[in-house]
């Protein structure tokens, strides 16, 4: 018996031009074709010798086996035989062989001896390589274990770092915009390109809004020139572009006078 349990089987076998004409001149449904030649492959693939109709070595199957195996009636199995071999998809009288059989199964289908062939070539090489090589070789491999395991860390560690950003900087918008509807300022296009200025955080905000509201201008009943401040850095009242004194220095000190534009 063949030490492959499997073969191949293509979907194509239920349009195959050759099963469609079989189905024709034998008068045969084609559960009927189709469910023989799968017969014949099955006990092909289980031959001793893969693609043939063997029982045993040098012991072909006969038309009995085959109706045996099949279960369809005997007169039918001869007119399918001979019209698979009028199609050749099966030759020879005594054994029965699948033609083409070595197209449709590959050899490299059989994971068990290429399994034992690559066995072979790692007990040839473990033989004939000295000791002190197999031991700079598996410290080589340790190294590089090592490393990899060294880089992986120090990528966890940049995506810790990343993560951790990113929620100060959601937790900083989040902060902002709280900030903004309590001075009376909607969710809208405009606003949002605001927030997401570099520079942008809770403290500028209130930095802002101090300064209006040292000049009298309190929110919400001046929300607007809020937001014109923090889109320009001008001084409320003023055009934008104003190169007066007052403009000049009203936001040059502090924390923020450098993301401030005159």
């Not at 109706?67 to 071999?85: G, M, N, Q, T, Y």
């Not at 990528?155 to 990343?162: A, F, L, Q, R, W």
């Not at 902060?175 to 949002?192: A, F, H, Q």
């Amino acid at each position: 018996m063949s030490n492959m349990p499997w073969f191949r089987s293509y979907s194509e076998i239920l349009s195959d031009r050759k099963i469609v004409r079989i189905c024709r001149i034998t008068n045969q449904p084609k559960v009927i074709v189709v469910g023989l030649w799968i017969t014949l492959l099955a006990l092909a693939n289980d031959s001793p010798e893969r693609g043939k109709l063997l029982l045993t070595k040098g012991i072909p199957y006969s038309i009995d086996d085959i109706i045996a195996e099949s279960e369809i009636p005997k007169e039918d199995v001869i007119k399918l035989l001979d019209a698979f071999r009028g199609m050749d998809m099966i030759n020879g009288k005594n054994i029965i062989e699948i033609s083409n059989w070595k197209k449709r199964q590959f050899k490299s289908d059989d994971g068990t001896k290429r399994v034992q062939a690559f066995r072979e070539r790692q007990k040839e090489t473990l033989q004939d390589t000295p000791d002190e090589t197999l031991q700079e070789r598996s410290e080589a491999v340790i190294e590089q274990n090592r490393t990899e395991h060294t880089k992986d860390i120090e990528v966890e560690k940049d995506n810790i770092n990343i993560n951790e950003e990113n929620k100060k900087a959601n937790s900083s918008k989040s902060k902002i915009w709280k900030l903004l509807l309590s001075y009376g300022i909607d969710r809208n296009l405009r606003v949002e390109q605001i927030v997401n200025k570099p520079h942008m955080n809770p403290e500028y905000l209130r930095s802002h809004v101090k300064a209006l509201e040292r000049k009298g201008y309190n929110m919400p009943q001046y929300a607007g020139m809020l937001v014109l401040q923090l889109e320009t850095g001008v001084d409320p009242g003023h055009e934008d572009g104003c190169q007066c004194e007052k403009c000049l220095q009203e936001y040059t000190n502090g924390e923020y006078s450098k993301y401030i534009e005159h």
